[in-house]
């Protein structure tokens, strides 16, 4: 006899991360390449001397100055180790066994995933043939038993934004008991003025969420914190289901410091945007088909063509993320980083 783990598990993939390859440039995860802010590193080391003590379990202090920054009641704000936990709280907030979570495909790969561990259903929608969210198709695919949905702005790996006004359309159709979560994790790269603001939406609406990071701009990756701001009684389930604890000491001082580095941020952004079009135009000029992106990363739909792809970057010493098959996001790293993949792109045989 041996131990038995639950029957579906076996039919599931394991979440697939970006890899670090020695002596190769990482361009895989959608990390910034710049560091933490460097006003925050200094916090870091100052809160590192107070690990001995659990974290405050209910982030007070983080949770306060998101609410004010986003003029928000703080019983609105749920903190997450990672926004990725917050997806799984969600999920596990909102559905029992056989309710339905909707969300688009290809998209952000622990949708599906945590949708199963939760014991909920999975309703992929396809992307449009312009790698866009189809809207359409995702507000058709809800049924009665659907209790949640995740829209991811810009989309993850393809970069495209929803426009608000087809935002506040597909909201329109959605009924009022499914609760639709704005996945907002590359908002602080978005240029586009047209861009919904997520926040704003869930303080409009009653059955909206938007959830954010401090992995991406921020470049917190490794300390694992994120944010919903939700309705209040949502806010409140997302809590019941968290693991006690489970946003450590160092990682809510980390935020609540980079909060305050709003300059940092703006600089560090406008420079990912410049290289973001930069980066996009060269790949245009080599013959590449890239959807416009918000993100801090581009998308190429390569296809069959993907893993050669793939190969090639690595042997150039430049890790690339591929979904075989179907494409290849690469990380918008620094210039020189970026250029190091350009060179690669442009000596790839197409
Ligand atoms: N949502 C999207 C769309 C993402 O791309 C990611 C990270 N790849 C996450 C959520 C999770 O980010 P984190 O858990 O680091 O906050």
Same mark, same amino acid.
């Given at each position: 006899?041996?131990? $038995?783990?639950? =029957?579906?598990?076996?039919?599931?993939?394991?979440?697939? &991360?970006?890899?670090?390859?020695?002596?190769? #440039?990482?361009? &895989?995860?959608?990390?910034?390449?710049?560091?933490?802010?460097?006003? +925050?590193?200094?916090? #870091?080391?100052?809160?590192?001397?107070? /690990?001995?003590?659990?974290?405050?379990?209910?982030?007070?202090?983080?949770?306060?100055?998101? &609410?004010?920054?986003?003029?928000?009641?703080?019983? $609105?704000?749920?903190?997450?180790?990672?926004?990725?936990?917050?997806?799984?709280?969600?999920?596990?907030?909102?559905?029992?066994?056989?309710?339905?979570?909707?969300?688009?495909?290809?998209?952000?790969?622990?949708?599906? %995933? #945590?949708?199963?561990?939760?014991?909920?259903?999975? /309703?992929? /929608?396809?992307?449009?043939?312009?790698?866009?969210?189809?809207?359409?198709?995702?507000?058709?695919?809800?049924?009665?038993?659907?209790?949640?949905?995740?829209? *991811?702005?810009?989309?993850?790996?393809?970069?495209?934004?929803?426009?608000?006004?087809?935002?506040?359309?597909?909201?329109?159709? %959605?009924?009022?008991?499914?609760? +639709?979560?704005?996945?907002?994790?590359?908002?602080?790269?978005?240029?586009?003025?047209?861009?919904?603001?997520?926040?704003? %939406?869930?303080?409009?609406?009653?059955?909206?969420?938007?959830?954010?990071?401090?992995?991406?701009?921020?470049?917190?990756?490794?300390?694992? +914190?994120?944010?919903?701001?939700?309705?209040?009684?949502?806010?409140?389930?997302?809590?019941?289901?968290?693991?006690?604890?489970?946003?450590?000491? %160092? =990682?809510?001082?980390?935020?609540?410091?980079?909060?305050?580095?709003?300059?940092?941020?703006?600089?560090?952004?406008?420079?990912?945007?410049?290289?973001?079009?930069?980066?996009?135009?060269?790949?245009?000029?080599?013959?590449?088909?890239?959807?416009?992106?918000?993100?801090?990363?581009?998308?190429?739909?390569?296809?069959?063509?993907?893993?050669?792809?793939?190969?090639? *970057?690595?042997?150039?010493?430049? /890790?690339?993320?591929?979904?075989?098959?179907?494409?290849?996001?690469?990380? #918008?790293?620094?210039?020189?980083?970026?250029? &190091?993949?350009?060179?690669?792109?442009?000596?790839?045989?197409?």
């Amino acid at each position: 006899m041996t131990v $038995r783990t639950r =029957a579906d598990l076996d039919q599931l993939p394991a979440y697939v &991360a970006g890899r670090t390859v020695p002596g190769s #440039i990482k361009l &895989a995860s959608n990390e910034v390449s710049g560091g933490p802010l460097p006003s +925050v590193v200094e916090a #870091i080391g100052q809160a590192a001397t107070e /690990v001995h003590r659990y974290p405050d379990m209910g982030t007070t202090k983080l949770t306060e100055a998101l &609410a004010s920054r986003l003029h928000v009641a703080p019983e $609105r704000i749920a903190v997450g180790c990672g926004s990725v936990s917050l997806c799984e709280q969600l999920v596990l907030a909102t559905c029992t066994a056989e309710d339905e979570v909707v969300f688009p495909w290809r998209s952000f790969e622990a949708y599906p %995933i #945590i949708t199963r561990v939760a014991g909920a259903r999975q /309703v992929p /929608v396809p992307l449009t043939g312009d790698h866009a969210l189809d809207l359409d198709a995702m507000a058709a695919a809800v049924t009665p038993a659907t209790r949640l949905m995740f829209v *991811c702005t810009p989309n993850n790996p393809t970069g495209t934004l929803l426009r608000r006004a087809e935002l506040d359309a597909f909201l329109d159709r %959605i009924p009022s008991d499914v609760l +639709v979560v704005l996945d907002e994790a590359y908002w602080e790269f978005v240029t586009d003025p047209d861009a919904p603001d997520g926040v704003e %939406i869930a303080r409009n609406r009653d059955n909206v969420a938007s959830m954010r990071t401090f992995s991406k701009a921020y470049g917190l990756a490794g300390l694992r +914190v994120g944010y919903a701001v939700a309705p209040e009684h949502v806010a409140a389930a997302l809590r019941k289901v968290c693991i006690p604890f489970s946003v450590n000491a %160092i =990682a809510q001082v980390a935020a609540l410091a980079s909060l305050e580095a709003q300059d940092e941020l703006k600089a560090r952004c406008d420079s990912v945007v410049a290289e973001r079009v930069r980066v996009r135009d060269a790949l245009l000029e080599l013959g590449y088909e890239v959807p416009e992106t918000q993100a801090n990363f581009v998308w190429l739909p390569l296809g069959d063509r993907t893993q050669a792809f793939n190969e090639h *970057c690595l042997e150039n010493r430049v /890790v690339v993320r591929a979904f075989v098959g179907d494409g290849a996001r690469v990380t #918008i790293g620094l210039p020189e980083e970026n250029d &190091a993949f350009l060179a690669a792109a442009r000596t790839f045989q197409q």
